[in-house]
Structures are given as C-alpha cells and as structure tokens.
C-alpha cells in the first residue's frame, strides 16, 4: 500500500449512475418481447465486458469513495427516468412499486441481515401498513398522509406480538413463528368484515395540502401519470430509509446487531444485551415495511387478503437473499430485478415464483454472499488511520 | 510477591453446580487477589471451565456465592458481570469471523461505547470523535501484542492466523479495561514456539495494565510454572490442592490425579 495511490475519480460513478438510469428508461420503454430479451443479453455482455476490462472494480472504488456524489446522481437518475416515462402509467407504477418493495426489503435487512431475526411474515407487515391505510381513508376523518407514519407504528405495534415467542425460540423454530403468523393475519383479514373480508377494502387516496395522489400529477407545463406523484413519495421514504438503514449500519448499534447473529454467547459476556438489540431490530424492521405498505396501498387504491400471501413474504427474503445479505445497494439491485423482470418478460409471469426459486438456489449455490456481498464497516467513509503503519 | 494481605478481588465460596447427576463444581472456595496470576490446573472435565461459566453469569450456580472487589454477583447475568470489570477469552476460538479485527475488538469495548439511539444516527460528529479515540486506543493496544497484526485492523477476522485470532480474542478482553481478566487455555491449538510468543505478549500487556489480576486456564505445565504466582487444582469439580506450583506439584494427589508419572 504506496501513500502515492490517486484517489479515484467521481467520473467512474456518475458513469455508473447515468448507464443505470438509461438502462432503465430503456428497459422500462421496451415493449417488444424482442427489445426486452435483446436488452438483457446487452446488460448481461456488457457487464461481463466491463468486468473484464477492470471497469467494475473501479466503479466500485470509485462509489465507495465519491458516496455522497453517487447517491445524489442515484436519486437525480430516478427523477430523470421518471421525468422521461411520466405519461406511461404502467412504468411509473413499476418503479413505484419498486422503492416500496426496497423499503421493507431494508426493514427485512436489519432484522435478517444485520441482527439474525428471521422473518418470513414480510408481506403481512407490508399488508399491516396497506390495511392501515385503508382503515385511516375509510373510517377517519385524519388527513391521509397520516397514514404513512401510522402504518409504520401499527405495524411495529402489531410486530410486538412476536417478540417473546420470538425471543423464546430459535432458528428454525423463530422462523414457524413467523410463517404462522403471516398465515394467521391473511386468514384473520379473510374472516373480519370490518377489513373487508375476502373481497378487500378500497383505499383512497392521498389528499394533502390540497395535491390530491390520485389525479394526473400536474406543475407549471408539466403533467404526468397519476402515479407521478406517489413515485416522489415513494422516492422520499425510500431516502429516508436508506440514509437510516447505512448510517444504523455504519454505528456501534449496527456493530452489536452484527456480533448478536453471529455469536450470543460472546455477546452477553461482553454486555451486549441480547433480547434488546432483537427487539429493537425486529420492531425497526417492521416499522419501514409498515411505512411501505401504508403507501402501497394508497397506490393499489384496492387491497385484498390475497396480495400479502406466504410466497409475497417470501419474495420480501429472496431479494435480501439475491442482492446481498445486509448489503443496502444489493437490496435495492434484487428488488429492480425481482418486480420488473417478470412484468416485462410475459413469458416468465406464470413462473415468476419458480424463477426466483431458482435464482435464490442458484446464487445459494454459486454466490452464498448475494451479488452484491456486504463489505466490511466503513463506519466514516473517507476516513484512513493517520499512524503510519507497519512495513512503510 | 508476597501474599497480599487485603480482600481478594474474586471470593467465590462453595461454589456448587450440577448437570442432572453430574456434580461439575462441588463447594469449591476460590480466590484471585488484586495483581495476582492464578493458574487454573485439572484434568479434562474437572471444572475449570464450568467454574469461569458460573463466575461469568453464563450458568448460575446451585449453591455458594460469588464476590468481585466487596460486591456480590452471584448468579448475575453475564451482562452484568462484565460491567463489573471481568472479562474473559474462549476455549474454543469465538469471534465474529466475517467482522473486521477492529470491530471484533470494538465488542468487548461495549460498555465504553455510546449506544444512544440520536447519538449514533444523527450527532454523527460526536460519534465520529469516539470512533477516532477507540480506534488510536485499539491501535496501541494491539501494538503492545504485535507491530504488524496493529496495521491489519481493517481486514476481516476470518483472514487472520490461529495465534493472531487469540491476540485479537485477548485485546477484545482487554480493551475495556477490566479488573480481572479469565483466560480459558489460551495455548489450545497453537505450537510451543506461539505458545511462548503469546504468553510473553500476556505478559508485556499485564507491564502496561497496573493491577490487572489473571487467572489461566492452562495445560501447558511450561506456561503455568512461568507465569503464575499461585495455582489452584481442581478434580471431579472439587479443589484437591491450592499453592505455588512448586508447591501443587510436589502435592501427592495432584501427581495422581493429574501430573501423573509421579517420577
């Protein structure tokens, strides 16, 4: 390690940033199965290209090392793909879609990645903020923007009624608890009328400030899809959630969720306190997918038990699975991957539960650490020690 | 050293604890004074380790008591203990393999450590100043043991030598500054020659430590007889015999029970 390396430019991740978000607008565009298959086998060459030329190495130094830069161009991409595709209804909903998926896929990645609490109930919680939103529209006078924060809390509330069975059992065992659970709130939603039973419950939409969600999003000159709006929203918790779920990471918090999975015993005797820093991590985790689902539900405009099955939580823990175990990037990579693959190639909708079960096999096989494995604490990024160390 | 004349630091008084019918600690009286370095001797399954479970919090004990520095921790929870001041290593190598040296260090520094919710999200000036200290702490702690292994911080654990993870497992001990420090056979798995460096690391690191007190689980007859002041034997979880080892291992019962070929 020569003190004379250059820094790496900032060029390599706006680079990074831009081919992504064209790459997305391209994609998203696409509406030939043709275009679409042509587009995945350009990505797939291009990436083995890139790999082969060193140029995936050096994006990556150069997003670890410009991070601020890379999540401003990250976000700007967003808004620019939006921008692009604002009239076409079906693309902004995918991206929506999307954020909201990444959101509690971040919820799931502190309770799983971080302190090791399996949960298979995912898309219960995600469902608990889409009911809520729908209770808060239906038999409240509360501004529904309120729904967002009381999803969130409703879902963490609920979650509570886990933690001791939870903190009372083990691996496999945790993990029953949870399934049930999950099967135990759709059968609940299928049999209460006041939820709507099997039929569902509509949600209205958001009103605030006088901007109504749910009419064609209109500024100045410009208009867009009536999803327009619930993509900014969407963008912000996103934000929100990210910046919340790095800087956990990045903490002497996410340093004692990491050494409870990995190892209790040495935990408690260096005064880790065990059933805390579960608790915290399994009630934070259920707050983001609740936050998520709050505003999923606004977008669906109509929920019903069917959309938070078993096999929707288990798509919540094939993204963690496929993007990287606690690795934030990868979760938001598997997510892109895992809603809009099989919207765009028709002929894999039917098998679109098989699909992912292969992938997750295949990359448990060839890649256990996720395509993108977590890297080591960066707790200050940027930061290098000053003594100068030994063998200079 | 002389016999220190003040109350030791860990008194703990027929300490009793079985499993089902096996009586793994029968009312053994145990003690470590300030300062001192207690070799912990005895075949396998004759307690040792079950004896630095119960003092650690991990099992309670059926019967007797446990005293640290004048306060009673009997049956406390580990959690406790270790904010008492005794921190310990493993036997059997426990470390967050796939987390960096410096995080694995960071753990045993827990209870120095900011864990406030607005502390480590939102003042991150603050929390980058305390991130700054531990980490010019951590460095010459680690110094002390090994110049090179100090400048390997940033890798993961997993990466690191047997002799180097037990550096890392003893400067996680040692790094909150504890009173008493538990060291469960830390030659297990390692050569005579990283035996002796390690030990002679121990020792350099007790120079720096005024008053750290020891106590050593340890077959190695070598180590024991180099480092301790005082030895302990235990057999079948009772004490069979307690002085220097000039002493224990001139005992007759302990040549049975333990030393064997009694010459």
Known sequence: MSATTKPPSRLPALGCAAAAALYGILFLHAESQLAVGALLVAAAAGLALAARFGLVARARDSIGAHQPTFDAAAVIGVLAAAIVLRQQHFAILMMTTAMLLMVAALGLTVQFGFAGVVNFAGSAFLGIGCYTAAVVTRYTDLPAILSLPLGGLVAAAIGSILILPMLRTRGHYAALVTIAFGILFKTFLEVNDTLGGPQGMQVKPIVAFGWNFGRPFRAWDFSASFYFSYLLLALALLAFAFVLVRRLERSWIGLSLDAIRLDEVASACYGLDIARWKVFAFTLGNFLAGCAGAVYGHVLGFIAPNNFTFADSLVLVSIVLLGGIGNVWGVAVAAVFVVMLPEKLQMIQEYRFALYAVLVILILLFRPEGLLPRPLRDYLPGWTPKTPGAGA | ?263
Not at chain 2, 174 to 201: K, N, Q, V, W, Y
Not at chain 2, 234 to 262: C, H, M, P, W
Request: charged share 25%; hydrophobic share 45%; proline share 3%.
């Open chain 2, 1 to 263: 050293m002389s016999a220190p004349t003040q109350a030791p630091l860990l008194a703990c008084a027929a300490l009793t604890r079985q499993f089902g019918g096996l009586v793994a600690l029968d009312r053994v009286d145990f003690q470590a004074h300030e300062g001192e370095i207690v070799g912990l001797i005895g075949p396998n399954g004759s307690g040792k380790t079950t004896l630095f479970n119960v003092v650690t919090g991990i099992y309670a004990p059926d019967d007797g008591s446990i005293a640290f520095a004048g306060a009673d921790i009997t049956a406390a929870r580990p959690q406790a203990v270790y904010r008492a001041g005794i921190a310990r290593t493993f036997q059997r190598s426990r470390m967050c393999l796939p987390l960096s040296v410096f995080d694995n260090i960071m753990v045993g520094n827990h209870k120095r450590l900011d864990h406030g919710l607005a502390f480590n999200l939102l003042r991150r000036g603050a929390f980058a100043d305390q991130f700054r200290r531990s980490r010019q702490e951590t460095s010459e702690l680690v110094a002390i043991f090994n110049k090179t292994l100090a400048a390997r911080l940033d890798e993961p654990a997993s990466r690191l030598a047997m002799i180097d993870r037990r550096r890392v497992e003893i400067c996680r001990a040692l790094i909150s500054r504890p009173r008493l420090l538990l060291l469960d056979e830390p030659s297990a798995g390692m050569t005579h020659e990283e035996t002796r460096e390690l030990m002679d690391d121990i020792l350099l690191a007790r120079e720096r430590m005024a008053r750290l007190t020891i106590v050593i689980i340890e077959h190695e007859m070598g180590v024991i007889e180099r480092i301790t002041n005082r030895c302990v034997v235990l057999n079948y979880g009772r004490k069979i015999s307690e002085g220097t080892f000039a002493a224990i291992s001139a005992d007759r019962e302990v040549q049975d029970a333990y030393l064997g070929v009694a010459s």
